[in-house]
């Protein structure tokens, strides 16, 4: 059955301090895809990243970076030079054919505090 | 913003009471899921709607229903609400992938309050 656990439910850093959301999940497919995304207080969730399982090339876009390792299902997310504007929950997120489409399972998520 | 709204943004209720909450989705997106969020956990996947049907649901009850129109916008129908459907309920929309996913965009949500 699919699975993705965020361990950590609440994290505080200083602004410009660089912090590491983790997220592990759970599946017995080869094909997968993982997400990450932010909901910042207004609610909408936005989409930082799309993987598939097929890629484990890790990823930089500005700021934020992505670690894959499917040796230990993880997929973890580096904000580098935090700001307070990262001040959000973030949400990772498994997707997997079934039945009919695909099917998304979200993590608990992250709430990050970015203090200045 | 993505492009994906829902009406309305906050809503009162009383348990027993039925409600109807809406989403129109992004231009070209064919697909539309529903997911229920409960405060402080991630969402949690309702049911998809592709080209007028159902074709995917998750654990919720049969008094959680819906429907998609034409122009691939949607409506999320709860009937004899409970406490616990007290919850923030996002709308996503994309393209229908059978190859590989096309990522989601979610509206902002109706915060619905069940008293």
């Known amino acids: 059955a699919q699975k993705v656990t965020q361990a950590q439910t609440e994290i505080s850093v200083v602004e410009k301090e660089d912090v590491t959301l983790d997220c592990v999940y759970e599946?017995?497919?080869?094909?997968?895809?993982l997400f990450w995304y932010k909901q910042p207080p207004s609610g909408e969730l936005v989409f930082l990243i799309r993987r598939n399982s097929f890629d484990e090339q890790n990823e930089i876009s500005g700021r934020y970076s992505w670690n894959f390792q499917k040796s230990t299902s993880s997929f973890n997310f580096t904000i580098t030079a935090s700001q307070v504007v990262d001040s959000a929950v973030y949400f990772c997120a498994l997707s997997e054919w079934q039945t009919g489409g695909f099917k998304t399972i979200f993590g608990a998520g992250t709430r990050l505090f970015v203090k200045a | 913003e993505t492009g994906v709204t829902q009406s309305p943004t906050h809503l009162i209720k009383t348990r027993g009471q039925q409600v109807t909450l809406r989403c129109s989705s992004q231009?070209?997106?064919?697909?539309v899921s529903w997911y229920q969020q409960a405060l402080g956990q991630g969402p949690q996947f309702i049911f998809q709607y592709y080209r007028e049907e159902e074709n995917g649901r998750g654990n919720f009850p049969p008094r959680f229903s819906g429907l998609q129109f034409p122009n691939y916008s949607s409506e999320l129908n709860v009937n004899a609400l409970e406490l616990d459907d007290s919850a923030l309920y996002l709308c996503?929309?994309?393209?229908?992938?059978?190859?590989?996913?096309?990522?989601?965009?979610f509206g902002p949500g109706t915060r619905l309050t069940v008293l």
């Open positions: 996503a929309s994309r393209t229908r992938g059978t190859i590989e996913p096309d990522t989601q965009y």
């Open positions: 231009s070209g997106h064919n697909t």
């Open positions: 599946t017995r497919d080869t094909t997968y895809y």
